[in-house]
């Protein structure tokens, strides 16, 4: 069973994790009793337990903005047709392009807040951003890119420019750790450049 968006900050099986954060989650429930919840956390805890009410306080807490309702999940899934892995990247890249383009998100798109935010860089950001960059936020970004670089080798133009971005989104890391601005502002500079290069490939590739 696929369950979430839970609070992150409720996860108290996650150190530091003892108030809600807005931060949304998503874990694999292996087993579920009276006492307490068996989950695999990809944060880096398998076989993760937490008592039964400590799990329903994050799962149906209200601080997530784009969840529809409480304590939502996904179960029973199944195949609904005879298709490929590459059928199934293939169908998806019309919506990879959309959302790259910023018709899902904010004015301006993906592009323009990686700017705002190297301008932030280079005056500072310091709490709670600079926390979220070193523990969470640059990791993930580079690892949700290299996987995505991975799944999308048969269009080498995109899977190139994701890679790419997952490499400046690494070495991001050190500046962040050393609370470097002007380093850190660089690297969201490039990754905005190479943003703009992802929209024009997955364009061509569409």
Known sequence: MFVGPLEMGLL????????????????????????????HDPQGHPYAWLPRAAFLAAWGSDTIGYGTGRFPLRTNLRRVADRTEHDAVRDLLPLAYRWARGDHGSSGGTGMALRDLAERAEAGLGNPAVPVLQDFSLRLGARRRADAATELAAWPEVADVLDAQARALGRAQYAAVREDGTQLADAFRQAADLHDELVNALSRAV
């Open 12 to 39: 108290l099986h996650q150190p530091g994790s003892d108030r809600p954060i807005g931060a949304d989650h998503f874990v694999a429930v292996l087993d579920a009793g009276p006492d307490g919840v068996t989950m």
